[in-house]
C-alpha cells in the first residue's frame, strides 16, 4: 500500500515553499531521513527528508511547482525497504499513480479558468487609500497647531485634523500629535507595496530586455520593506564613533580569535556593545504592540545580522549576545557565515531577533539610512571606517571614525531616547577596555 509524503510544517509563519530540485526518481529506494525535495521557503533553503523507509512509486511534484504546507510530494510503497538495495516495482502502484494523476492535472486547471480574479485587481482599491490627505488648512475647522508641530505631524503621516490639542483653546503641540500616533492601531495593509505597485510599461519598444523571476527571499525583502517603510515612521539619527583603541585592540587579538576558530571583525565587537546598550535602554530592545497599546520588553537579547548572500538579503540571528564573549561571538557569526554561504542555514536562526545590526562597511560605503526590521522598533547602520583629524584635548590627531546610524520607530522611542542609545554606544566604542574578550 503507498503512502503519502507531505511537506511538513516549516515553521512559524510559512505557509508554502518552492520547489527547487527533486532529489529522487520513480522506482528508487529510500532509507528514512533520506532527502527527497530541496525547497526554498521565505527564509531559507532546505531538504526535505523522507519520514519512511520504502520504494518511490509516484512523484507529485516538480522543480518550480509552489507547495502548500500538507501537499503530498510523493507516493513510497514501505513494502520495499531501502535496506534491500533494489526497489520492488509492481504494476499495481504504477497503475495507481496515473489515476492520481488524472485526478491531479484537473485540480489545477479550474485554478486557472477563475478568470474573475484577473478584473479584481483592476479596482486597484489600495491604491486609492494610499494618496495622501488634503493639506489641514483646507478643513472647514480650524486647526490651531504652529508651522513645526503642523510639519511634525506630516513627517509622520498623520492629519492633524484627527488630533485632539491640549493647549489652551483646543492648541495642538508635538506631544498632542505623538500621544495621537501611540494610540493608533497599527494597520499591516493587507496588499503591500510592491503587490499593489502600478504596472510597468513595455520596455521592449525601446531595446532588447530579459525577465528573470524574483526568487522568494527577494520577494519577502520587498513585502517586508514596503511594510516596515508604510507603516513605520522612521526616524535616523547620525554619529561617529572614534574606535582607534578598538581598531589597536582587535588588531591584538584577531590572532587569537583566529586560532579559537572565529574572525575578529568590528561586527562582533559591535554585537557586544549593542547588547550593553539594550540592557542600559530597555526601551530599544522592545516591540509596541498597538492592538494592546503596550510595549512587549524582552529580557533577553538577540541580535540579528543583516547578511548580503546570493539568493538575497538574510538576516541570521545570534542569540544571548549578552551572556557571551567577544571570542565567542566571533566564532560563533564565523560559523553561521559559512552556514549562510552553503544555504544550509536552518529557518529558526532567522527567528526571535530582538534588535538589527546592518554592517555596509565592508562595501565600502559611509552613512545610510537602514530600514526597521518589524516588529523590532530599532536597527543600527554601521559603516566604513575612516581615519580623520580629530582634535584631542586641544591637538589635532588622526582618530579612526567609525560612522553610525541608528533608525527607530517614532511611535515607541522618542528623539531623546534614540540619542541616548546611539551616545551610549559612542561612548563605549570609545573605551574598549571595558569589553570582555573572553578565552
Not at 518552492?18 to 521565505?42: F, T
Amino acid at each position: 500500500m503507498a503512502t503519502e509524503l507531505k511537506l511538513p510544517d516549516l515553521g512559524e509563519g510559512i505557509a508554502d515553499a518552492d520547489v527547487l530540485s527533486v532529489l529522487v526518481s520513480a522506482g528508487q529506494a529510500v532509507a528514512k531521513d533520506d532527502p527527497i525535495i530541496e525547497i526554498e521557503s521565505d527564509k531559507a533553503t532546505l531538504e526535505v527528508p523522507a519520514e519512511i523507509a520504502g520504494t518511490v512509486t509516484q512523484i507529485l511534484v516538480n522543480a518550480g511547482d509552489t507547495l502548500q504546507v500538507g501537499q503530498t510530494i510523493l507516493e513510497l510503497d514501505e513494502s520495499g525497504s531501502a535496506s534491500d538495495g533494489k526497489p520492488v516495482t509492481t504494476p499495481p502502484p504504477a497503475a495507481k499513480p496515473s489515476t492520481g494523476t488524472v485526478t491531479e492535472t484537473p485540480a489545477p486547471t479550474p485554478a486557472r479558468p477563475p478568470t474573475p480574479p484577473r478584473p479584481q485587481p483592476k479596482p486597484t482599491a489600495p491604491p486609492r487609500v494610499a494618496p495622501p490627505p488634503p493639506p489641514p488648512a483646507g478643513g472647514d475647522v480650524p486647526v490651531f497647531a504652529s508651522p513645526s508641530t503642523r510639519g511634525f505631524a506630516r513627517e509622520i503621516g498623520l492629519d492633524i485634523r484627527e488630533v485632539t490639542g491640549s493647549g489652551p483653546g483646543g492648541r495642538i503641540s508635538v506631544d498632542d500629535v505623538k500621544a495621537h500616533a501611540r494610540s493608533r492601531p497599527a494597520t499591516a495593509s493587507a496588499a503591500p507595496g510592491p503587490l499593489v505597485a502600478a504596472p510597468l510599461p513595455d520596455f521592449s519598444k525601446f531595446g532588447a530586455i530579459k525577465r528573470e523571476r524574483l526568487n522568494r527571499v527577494r520577494r519577502a525583502t520587498a513585502t517586508n520593506i514596503a511594510q516596515s517603510w508604510s507603516t513605520i515612521p522612521h526616524v535616523t539619527l547620525f554619529n561617529e564613533a572614534d574606535i582607534t583603541a578598538v581598531e589597536a585592540m582587535r588588531q591584538r587579538e584577531k590572532d587569537r580569535v583566529r586560532s579559537a576558530g572565529g574572525s575578529l571583525t568590528i561586527t562582533p565587537i559591535l554585537m557586544k556593545v549593542v547588547a550593553a546598550a539594550l540592557k542600559a535602554h530597555p526601551k530599544m530592545n522592545a516591540s509596541a504592540d498597538f492592538t494592546t497599546n503596550e510595549m512587549v520588553l524582552k529580557d533577553y537579547c538577540h541580535l540579528g545580522v543583516a547578511a548580503d548572500t546570493e539568493r538575497g538579503l538574510l538576516v541570521p540571528v545570534i542569540r544571548d549576545v549578552d551572556e557571551k564573549s567577544i571570542t565567542e561571538l566571533a566564532i560563533e557569526v564565523s560559523e553561521v557565515a559559512a552556514q549562510v554561504r552553503e544555504g544550509q542555514l536552518p529557518p529558526e536562526r532567522l527567528e526571535g531577533a530582538s534588535f538589527t545590526i546592518s554592517n555596509l562597511g565592508g562595501l565600502g560605503t559611509g552613512h545610510f539610512t537602514p530600514i526597521i526590521n518589524p516588529p523590532e522598533v530599532g536597527i543600527l547602520g554601521v559603516g566604513r571606517a575612516v581615519e580623520k583629524p580629530v582634535y584631542v584635548e586641544g591637538l589635532l590627531r588622526p582618530r579612526l571614525m567609525l560612522p553610525l546610524a541608528l533608525s527607530f520607530d517614532h511611535r515607541a522611542v522618542d528623539g531623546a531616547d534614540g540619542a541616548r542609545f546611539l551616545t551610549w554606544i559612542v561612548d563605549a566604542l570609545a573605551q574598549p577596555l571595558m569589553l570582555a574578550m573572553g578565552d
